[in-house]
């Protein structure tokens, strides 16, 4: 290759790697974990950071361009600082599925390791 083909080679390579690094370093997938020996809960990125008790925890649904989802955040800043621990959905038939099977299945388990009544879901 020599001159032209290789510099549009070049640029569509540099924008598949540009892509490809930000998806490596900004869509990679977060754990979080709750330790119930600890009472505490971890973000595991590439390295576990603790993020708060379980007695400091609250969560309640963040709505977001027509969309919402759940997160976490401490008692008395989660509008401040807050972490997304399901995916968006929307008012659709499928999205509301997919989020009643994550209540079932995820967050009512989490609930119920953290120690916040089930009852106090329905009032957020």
């Known amino acids: ?32 974990i709750f330790d119930k020996s600890e009472k505490c809960i971890y973000r595991k990125l590439l390295l576990s950071k603790k993020l708060m008790n379980f007695d400091e925890m609250t969560y309640f649904v963040n709505d977001e361009r027509g969309g919402y989802y759940y997160s976490i955040g401490k008692k008395r800043n989660q509008f ?22 994550y209540i079932e299945k995820i967050l009512c388990p989490v609930l119920i ?12």
Not at 80 to 100: H, L
Not at 113 to 124: F, K, R
């Open 1 to 32: 290759m020599s001159g032209d083909p290789f510099k549009i080679a070049m640029g569509l390579w540099s924008i598949y790697m540009i892509y490809f690094l930000f998806d490596l370093f900004f869509r990679i997938p977060v754990k979080y």
């Open 80 to 101: 401040v600082k807050n972490y997304r621990i399901s995916n968006y959905f929307s008012g659709s038939k499928a999205s509301q599925r997919r989020e009643d099977e």
């Open 113 to 124: 390791t953290v120690g916040i009544p089930l009852n106090q879901q329905s009032e957020q």
